[in-house]
């Protein structure tokens, strides 16, 4: 597949990157400093603005599939939707964040007394992106949420799939950047959350 991949130079970004080029698909790495990603086969790199829409349209167009892998408060949802619609491609896919995931019945992880304020202004922001999606009536989009911990790790590919619950375990609640984009590839190849939001974890 042709796949666009906005932030492909940041933490999730290169080994989403890493991973789709693993599988055979050709990638238009798209970021700010282009030169922060190594070319290679199947890797087109372009540089990219999140907002500048018009801009960002013309470099998706053509593709089978756009991934934003963006900070939420480093870039404008509005935006993004606007040149993903603007570009006719078929499938949007955002990496998300945790903090809108319920660790109890209407009570979300950004809402208990132990989310770190540090993370506050990300989660929130990316609370509003994805309840800006949810409005969205002509755009195939996907928002996956990795767990609680979010950090460079090991590609086991060993792990679970949920909808809305944060997923823990004995030891929390983690994934690797590299498992998470595990589960991204997959979700490209094989569609099972149109329009929805999941999550990943141990």
Do not use: C
């Not at 603005?49 to 089978?64: I, Q, S, W």
């Not at 990496?95 to 770190?116: C, H, Q, Y």
């Amino acid at each position: 597949m042709k796949i666009a991949l906005i932030g492909a130079s940041g933490n999730a970004g290169s080994r989403i990157l890493a991973e789709l080029t693993r599988r055979g698909h050709e990638v238009t790495a798209i970021a700010r400093n282009p030169e922060k990603i190594a070319a290679s086969v199947n890797v087109t790199v372009k540089k990219g603005d999140v907002y500048d829409p018009g801009g960002l349209a013309t470099l998706l167009e053509g593709h089978d599939a756009a991934i934003s892998s963006v900070h939420f408060t480093a870039s404008d949802p509005q935006k993004l939707i606007e040149a993903v619609r603007t570009s006719g491609v078929p499938r949007y896919l955002v990496v998300g964040g945790a903090g809108s995931l319920e660790v109890a019945p209407g009570k979300k992880l950004i809402d208990t007394p132990e989310f770190p304020a540090i993370y506050k202004a990300e989660a929130s922001a990316g609370n509003v992106f994805l309840d800006l999606l949810k409005q969205q009536k002509d755009i195939d989009w996907t928002y996956l949420s990795p767990s609680a911990v979010f950090t460079a790790g090991e590609r086991t590919g060993k792990f679970r799939l949920g909808k809305d619950q944060l997923l823990t375990n004995d030891k929390g609640s983690s994934i690797s950047f590299e498992d998470f984009a595990i589960a991204l590839a997959d979700e490209i190849e094989k569609p099972a959350h149109a329009r929805q939001r999941f999550t990943v974890g141990y």
